[in-house]
């Protein structure tokens, strides 16, 4: 039985000169996440419409509701615009269910319809009061029943899920999450999707320092993004020589910070060979010592680019629950050290100097080791089959 799902755009509405193209990047992000589970679908400047066999309806509310740019997903009857066919679909609709409270809520933005919302919310709510043992409820209804009349038709139903909102993926250009296996970064990269972003991720490993385990981790959490994007590539940058002579020749309280520095220098030049408009990272103000504002400036010195933080202003407790909903926590908290865990001073510098760090990275031959990182960097294409063979 082919049956119809109607998708709420939400913030997408807000556009005026782009909107067409919002509404055109959703529909394929939507076309390539269901892929051949749907017959057909179309779209108007504020609803897109889904036909689908009713076999699939499970498959495809699950991927829907991965998908940034929608507002809500409501699966509805259809019917021509006139009174006789809404009542009798209302009554179809009705026959089958149990409720002894209700409320009609009705939108017409069709003005060409004779009757006003209220004027046929009355009509159809006395055609239940009528025909069914129950009573009005505008406040707490057991069932809401929601007509939306419009020029292409008219829609009923009672089945509304919460989409993501956000914008479209891809709407905004491409930018490079620094990914680690930590909480915070797959959130981070979570959050510039919403935002329209795509991304591609970078990971430094430091073998032997660092195990395949915690390399493995790290492509696990990008499959996990993977499932609100499409195909994120993992960039894995060999980081063990620039981190060993960091720590072999520069005092240990500004380790994290010359290492944090070399990470966006390398981060930066990828980025541009990648075609990425900004950096993204999961920094949070004053979690750790290379987070503080001091800290942030002294790093961020070495990249004219655009450093994105969306976690910046959360506490962790906030991430963790970003976390969790997502389904990222459980990965991020196996215990595998990644770059930013190892060799972590005991008293690492919180309010470095610009001028110092610079006078320490000169006892490095860090330009020729950044090239060595950037030639050697490893790509894997992430695929959604691959995730149960991670770990």
């Known amino acids: 039985m082919e049956k119809l799902i109607l998708i709420k755009y939400g913030e997408l509405t807000t556009k005026k000169d782009n909107r067409k193209t919002f509404i055109k990047t959703l529909e394929a992000n939507i076309k390539n996440k269901i892929n051949n589970l749907y017959t057909n679908i179309t779209k108007t400047m504020s609803r897109m419409y889904i036909t689908y066999d009713e076999k699939n309806e499970e498959d495809i509310l699950k991927n829907l509701k991965k998908i940034f740019g929608i507002h809500s997903i409501v699966i509805c009857d259809k019917v021509n615009t006139n009174e006789d066919d809404i009542k009798n679909k209302v009554l179809e609709i009705l026959k089958d269910k149990e409720f002894k409270t209700f409320k009609i809520s009705t939108k017409r933005s069709d003005k060409t319809f004779k009757y006003t919302s209220m004027e046929f919310n009355n009509i159809i709510g006395g055609l239940v009061l009528k025909n069914f043992e129950c009573k009005v409820d505008v406040h707490n209804p057991e069932l809401n029943l929601e007509i939306e009349i419009r020029q292409e038709g008219t829609f009923i139903y009672n089945k509304e899920f919460e989409g993501l909102g956000g914008y479209p993926v891809g709407i ?79 005092p240990g309280n500004y380790n994290i910070t010359i290492m944090r520095r070399m990470m966006y220098r390398i981060a930066e030049r990828f980025a541009k060979r990648k075609n990425c408009k900004i950096i993204i990272n999961g920094e949070s103000i004053g979690q750790v010592a290379s987070q503080t504002l001091n800290s942030m400036v002294v790093i961020n010195s070495v990249t004219n680019m655009p450093v994105i933080r969306p976690v910046a202003c959360l506490d962790k407790l906030e991430i963790i629950e970003i976390s969790k909903k997502i389904n990222t926590y459980e990965t991020s908290i196996l215990p595998y050290e990644d770059c930013c865990t190892i060799f972590v001073p005991k008293h690492p510098i919180i309010n470095p100097s610009l001028e110092t760090a610079i006078e320490y990275e000169k006892l490095i031959n860090y330009e020729e080791l950044i090239n060595e990182c950037i030639k050697n960097i490893e790509t894997i294409k992430i695929e959604k089959q691959e995730r149960d063979e991670l770990l």
Do not use: W
Not at 207 to 234: F, M, Q
């Open 172 to 250: 905004q250009g491409k930018g490079l999450l620094m990914l680690s296996g930590g909480i915070d970064s797959p959130v981070a990269g979570y959050l510039a999707l919403k935002r329209g972003v795509n991304i591609e991720c970078l990971y430094f490993e430091s073998p032997p320092h660092t195990s395949l385990n915690a390399k493995n981790k790290v492509l696990k959490l990008a499959e996990i993004l993977n499932d609100y994007s499409g195909t994120i590539k993992v960039h894995i940058v060999p980081f063990t020589k620039i981190q060993e002579e960091i720590y072999k020749n520069i």
